[in-house]
């Protein structure tokens, strides 16, 4: 039986008393899974409220007071979540930090915060924070998730005895509890949530518990969720897109999971067969092209028989859209091509998916339109950490392909100069924590936050995204080009794992592209090409052939001078360790440029020349 969310108010409306406020009416049903010894281990909302006290009474004894900045350096998984909710409740602030940044970046967080105690994951990450804290002087405190050691250093404890000195705190004085969490209040600082970096330094906005409050009741309103749903969290809890996913969940008493790792996901998927999935483009891409090199790898009668259903799916896609109805001969076809094609792709997700929600980055529409075709139809949201993650979004009922949808309730829009998206409302942050110069370029007098968008508002308030403010390239002959766009249609083939284009300031545009190894390896044993590492591979003529007739096939879809003139196919992938992403899978543009310098230098000085484009139009992925 579905239970609805509380129709009356929390009080007062925070986080905190949002779960305790659920945790009361929903009880000894499960809350979250997460696996452990090879099994899924339920968590009731009773046992996750006893673990909340002993956190919050923990930190606490450990001398954490109202306001003080406590950071969690870990992936995602079940603890982040429990000391998160902790850290609210006792009104300190939360500051995430991605466990994969490099060194430097944590660094910066955490002595820009002022991180008084740090949750870590593991050994590894506990010996890299216990590495700042000798250059940096803090955290003062450590709490290690999981250690093999038997012995920790001072200053460090584990979870588990955080947590026994909290139970002994409460028993001691167990009205304090109550106390700590009824003073928090809406206007609160909750988490200083600092940004990917794509452009310079992190910097840290400052998000209210008020904020947190009304984006997560939005998420759920939007998405029409109900307590019967649940999705597999697995992109990093230290990104405020997976974190709502989480806050949104406990509105609306829906069952999360954890998923065991990124590798893991689609086991996780077959296994829980999520409802609702949320994630973000890449790893959309990802799947479409794991399943795109199975096709091509298989038998030709496979190959047309998908081809054949993906014809008959676009047809009725298409009347879908336009709310007609499918001939009799069409929706005899469709469902035989639902057996055969689309019923298994959407196995992949665990085969009950009504929708996915993607937001982070612009989905491609070759993407869109290949999910709706077999039945999971990609509802894009747009946010930055600046909003608290969705600003505006698709739903379920009324949706634009290409668009991220209209506003959600209490935010406004418009356009600035260069089209700039402006938004304005109640979900939006307080501003960056300690950097008056960079909130008040952020946010002007009236207080509309500049968000460095480039966009497009149709009549109907749907919302289109076109391309990075500081992102456009200006080429020497004054033309303006939106480089993401062409970055999507340059990794729609299978082969294309990453792609940059570049040509700012210069005379045409080039592209540096990286290779899926996956991908690469069942490529080129089909075409001969002798087995080695993949930079001897990726080197190889005909797999360099395939990519340049792929990119002439992308060039002829684009205007003359948005076309690629030159590219060079990198012997790895970016990687976070490199810089050259961020860990939301953001190109991080300066730095790529600045490790390739040579090689794209090489591009202008010798145009390569592509093949023509093939006769037809190319098939969409």
Request: net charge positive.
């Amino acid at each position: 039986m579905t239970v609805p969310p509380s129709p009356e108010p929390y009080h007062p409306p925070t986080v905190p008393s949002m779960f305790l406020h659920q945790a009361g009416r929903f009880g000894n049903r499960v809350l979250k899974l997460s696996k452990k010894d090879g099994r899924w281990m339920p968590t009731t909302w009773r046992e996750s409220r006893e673990t909340l006290r002993r956190v919050t009474m923990g930190l606490v004894a450990f001398g954490i007071e109202k306001g003080d900045r406590v950071g969690i350096a870990s992936q995602t998984r079940a603890e982040w979540s429990d000391a998160d909710l902790a850290i609210l409740t006792l009104g300190a602030v939360t500051v995430g930090i991605y466990p994969t940044a490099s060194a430097r970046e944590q660094e910066h967080v955490i002595g820009h915060s002022g991180c008084r105690l740090i949750f870590a994951e593991n050994d590894l990450l506990l010996d890299r924070i216990l590495a700042i804290r000798k250059t940096a002087g803090l955290p003062e405190q450590v709490i290690v998730f999981e250690t093999t050691r038997p012995d920790l250093p001072a200053g460090v404890a584990t979870f588990a005895d955080l947590k026994r000195e909290g139970h002994a705190l409460d028993l001691s004085d167990p009205a304090r509890f109550d106390s700590l969490w009824r003073a928090v209040q809406p206007a609160d600082l909750a988490t200083i949530a600092y940004t990917s970096g794509t452009t310079g330094p992190p910097k840290g906005a400052m998000i209210t518990h008020a904020n947190l409050y009304f984006t997560a009741i939005n998420a759920v309103k939007t998405q029409d969720l109900s307590s019967e749903d649940f999705g597999i969290a697995y992109l990093p809890l230290t990104h405020m897109l997976q974190r709502m996913t989480v806050y949104a969940a406990i509105h609306a008493g829906i069952r999360g999971v954890y998923a065991e790792s990124i590798d893991k996901l689609i086991d996780n998927f077959r296994e829980l067969k999520p409802t609702v999935q949320v994630g973000v483009p890449r790893i959309f891409e990802k799947i479409h092209a794991r399943i795109r090199e199975r096709i091509e790898a298989g038998p030709p009668f496979r190959r047309r028989i998908f081809g054949w259903a993906m014809e008959i799916g676009r047809r009725a896609a298409a009347l879908r859209r336009a709310g007609e109805p499918l001939p009799r001969s069409l929706a005899i076809a469709h469902s035989l091509a639902d057996l055969l094609v689309f019923a298994k792709i959407r196995e992949i997700f665990g085969g009950r998916v009504r929708r996915l929600v993607s937001g982070g980055a612009p989905m491609p529409r070759e993407l869109l339109d290949f999910f709706f075709t077999a039945g999971l139809p990609i509802l894009e949201g747009y946010g930055l950490t600046e909003t608290v993650a969705p600003v505006s979004v698709n739903r379920p009922d009324c949706y634009k392909f290409g668009t991220v949808g209209r506003l959600i309730d209490g935010v406004e829009a418009k356009l600035g100069e260069e089209s700039e998206l402006l938004l304005r409302g109640r979900g939006l942050f307080q501003g960056y924590y300690r950097d008056p110069e960079a909130t008040a370029q952020a946010i002007d007098p009236d207080g509309w936050f500049h968000t460095g968008d480039i966009a497009a508002i149709d009549a109907e308030g749907f919302i289109t995204i076109t391309d990075r403010k500081k992102e456009i390239i200006v080429t020497s002959g004054g033309k303006n080009i939106a480089p993401q766009f062409i970055e999507n249609l340059l990794r729609a083939h299978p082969l294309i794992s990453q792609a940059m284009v570049s040509g700012d300031g210069r005379p045409y545009l080039t592209a540096l592209v990286t290779l899926d190894s996956a991908a690469l390896a069942a490529l080129a044993g089909r075409e001969g090409v002798p087995a080695g590492p993949q930079g001897t591979i990726a080197c190889h003529p005909r797999i360099r052939g395939l990519v340049a007739e792929h990119i002439a096939a992308v060039n002829s879809r684009l205007a003359p001078y948005e076309r690629i003139r030159g590219f060079a196919i990198l012997e790895r992938d970016f990687t976070e360790a490199a810089g050259e992403i961020t860990p939301t899978l953001k190109l991080r543009r300066r730095e790529i440029a600045r490790l390739h310098r040579d090689l794209l230098d090489g591009l202008y000085r010798q145009e390569q020349p592509l093949p023509p484009p093939p006769s037809r139009r190319p098939r969409a992925t």
